[in-house]
């Protein structure tokens, strides 16, 4: 619904503003050129969740547009989708300086934000793209063991006390693939049960 989609924008929005007045990750909001926040459709049915911008998504200002972002434009293709029909962030929404790890605090710090962003879209599915973002849903969990497999979850939005239902699908990193054919043939089955995924989640 058009309606629906401006709305949803306009709140996404708001909370874009509301990281910038609440200082949030003020030293990599310093060191960054600007935010990250997220793009895509914001009515989407399917919400992508990376790890943080690097080089090229701090430079640009959109979430995957880089090396690992080929190759999931690749994977989305091979299911029929393409990055207009999804939404696509990531955890942390500026680049640590030299593509470090996103600390725990800054992780921490991000999560009310991402549980905010996920309760305007209302996505039907959330798929984790590496380790950071599966541990944001699913803790103590090893990628190796769950991914490609879609879990039912509630996510507590710590700011409001509210919870909010979700299927969460944890996937490899598209980056860790990107010289692994072995890991990039798993992705790419992983991907394959996206569409089987949803029309259960429909249809449940
Ligand atoms: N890796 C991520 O996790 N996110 C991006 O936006 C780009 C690369």
Redesign the pocket.
């Known amino acids: 619904m058009e309606s629906r989609r401006k709305n949803n924008q306009i709140a996404l929005d708001a909370l874009q503003q509301d990281i910038i007045s609440n200082n949030i990750a003020e030293g990599l909001a310093e060191e960054a050129i600007q935010m990250?926040f997220g793009a895509g459709n914001p009515d989407a049915d399917i919400v992508f969740i990376?790890?943080?911008?690097?080089k090229q998504?701090d430079a640009q200002g959109l979430?995957?547009v880089?090396a690992?972002?080929k190759l999931l434009d690749e994977l989305l293709g091979s299911v029929s989708l393409e990055r207009g029909d999804v939404y696509i962030t990531?955890i942390v929404k500026y680049r640590p300086p030299n593509n470090r790890d996103p600390s725990p605090e800054e992780k921490k710090a991000f999560l009310p934000y991402l549980h905010k962003q996920l309760q305007i879209i209302q996505p039907s599915l959330v798929v984790t793209?590496?380790r950071h973002s599966m541990e944001a849903f699913l803790p103590n969990q090893r990628i190796s063991e769950v991914h490609g497999q879609p879990k039912r979850m509630k996510a507590e939005v710590s700011t409001e006390e509210k919870t909010i239902q979700l299927v969460v699908l944890p996937l490899y990193?598209p980056?860790a693939a990107l010289y692994n054919g072995g890991l990039r043939k798993t992705l790419l089955e992983d991907f394959s049960r996206i569409p089987e995924i949803l029309t259960k989640i429909h249809t449940a």
């Open positions: 990250v990376g790890e943080a911008p690097g998504e979430p995957f880089g690992a972002g990531n793209l590496g990193h980056a």
